[in-house]
């Protein structure tokens, strides 16, 4: 029986394992947080980690167990963890697989401001006046701090998960300031929170259809606010969609 090692934490990861999961395999799927885990399906065949790993702990984790390969289905963003997941899979001597997310064509507007990073992204947002609707996550609110009045300027939409919550609470955003919901979400809902808390910027990462960008964008440039976006360090060539790999998969179980 095939043993598959998935790196998650996406949607892509979830629909990968859930195929998966009906085929005679065994799977081990390792998210970074326990809320990862709720969103996983239960099976038998599926075991699922949750502490994150450096390069070294990814590599013993890897030798410790027999894999038949590494499925790498991280957020685009996530540059530094499949790194790390491609170099301990060569060292472990497994095939590694990146599923790519696919790019997304979108109906742009002058409106719409690009950054290289969330610190480049507080610098220009500190230049601004009117509020600020962040859907980065809650893993780097803390470089948004340094805009001036980022209390009540910023509303942060972040997953309801009880640490990230705690985190960002103690970091100011508190109240209504902090919208914990799970997403995608919807272009109306996108709308609705801009026109509910008066945003002039939308802060958010390219991360395609999935992720919600397209919804996004398109509820940015109809209600003429500015979208700051966020752009990737580097461009992902090398790799897979969910549907090559699951034909690639299919055809060597």
Known sequence: MKHYLIFAGTTEGRKLTEYL?????????????????ILLPSHPNLTVHTKPMDA???????KAQVFDAVLDATHPYALIASKNIKLASKRASLPYYRILRPK??????????????MEAAAKYLSTTTGNILATTGSKELKKLTVIPDYQNRIFARILPNPQMVSDSFSLGFQGKHLICMQGPFSEELNTAMIYQFHISYLLTKNSGKIGGFLEKAESARKTGITLVVIGLQQEETEGYSLEEIIELLENAI
């Open 21 to 37: 999961m009906n085929k005679d395999v065994l799977l081990t799927v390792c998210v970074a947080t326990e809320y990862g885990k």
């Open 56 to 62: 070294e702990e990814m590599y013993l984790y890897m």
């Open 104 to 117: 997304e064509e979108w109906q742009t507007s002058e409106h719409v401001v690009y950054v290289k990073s």
